[in-house]
């Protein structure tokens, strides 16, 4: 059973960085792209960022303005997302997925705060 775990979350002030990962078992995952969400209180799942199979490809949402990459580990199951220049309004449980066809996968989320 395919399952993805996000890590890496925490409190942290304005300016500062967080690194998240998401480590997936129940299969091999270097043939699909992965990606994060993330979910702020009273709003909907938004998209962030996704990887391509390879890693050399990427997108963004554009409130990221280069200050988050996306990255990937195929040996280890892993996909990363490099977060900087943190502001209050990141604040949101961020999520990685996974399509496989024909099914979506999440992972539980991971909370990332960030105070001012």
């Known amino acids: 059973q395919v399952q993805l775990v996000e890590s890496g979350g925490g409190l942290v002030q304005a300016g500062g960085s967080l690194r998240l990962s998401c480590t997936a078992s129940?299969?091999?995952?270097?043939?699909?792209?992965m990606g994060w969400f993330r979910q702020a209180p009273g709003k909907e799942r938004e998209f962030v960022a996704a990887?391509?199979?390879?890693?050399?490809?990427?997108s963004y949402a554009a409130f990221v303005k280069g200050r988050y990459t996306i990255s990937r580990d195929n040996a280890k199951n892993t996909v990363y997302l490099e977060m900087t220049n943190l502001k209050p309004e990141d604040t949101a449980v961020y999520y990685c997925?996974?399509?496989?066809?024909?099914?979506?996968?999440w992972g539980q989320g991971t909370q990332v705060t960030v105070s001012s």
């Open positions: 997925n996974i399509y496989i066809p024909t099914r979506l996968y």
């Open positions: 990887v391509s199979r390879s890693g050399y490809s990427t």
């Open positions: 129940g299969g091999s995952f270097s043939s699909y792209a």
